[in-house]
């Protein structure tokens, strides 16, 4: 049922809107350079960030299609 909270799919859904906010959300101040990683993960840091950024546009698309 689409729009039901309760289905499984629409759970699964937010959870993961929601742990791809958390990443974007962590991610960025290392995006930013307000912090500053000397161990050189700093371009997987960006790479975690630009994916999860653009995997929720991806899904908004998505979202708009079925509306």
Known sequence: M???PDDLSNQLISK???WLNKEIKYQQPIVDG????TDGTD???E???ECAKSL???I???EKEYE
């Open 2 to 4: 689409r729009n039901n």
């Open 16 to 18: 993961i809107k929601n």
């Open 34 to 37: 307000k912090v500053i990683l």
């Open 43 to 45: 371009g997987i840091c």
């Open 47 to 49: 790479g975690r960030h």
């Open 56 to 58: 929720l546009r991806q």
């Open 60 to 62: 908004k698309k998505w």
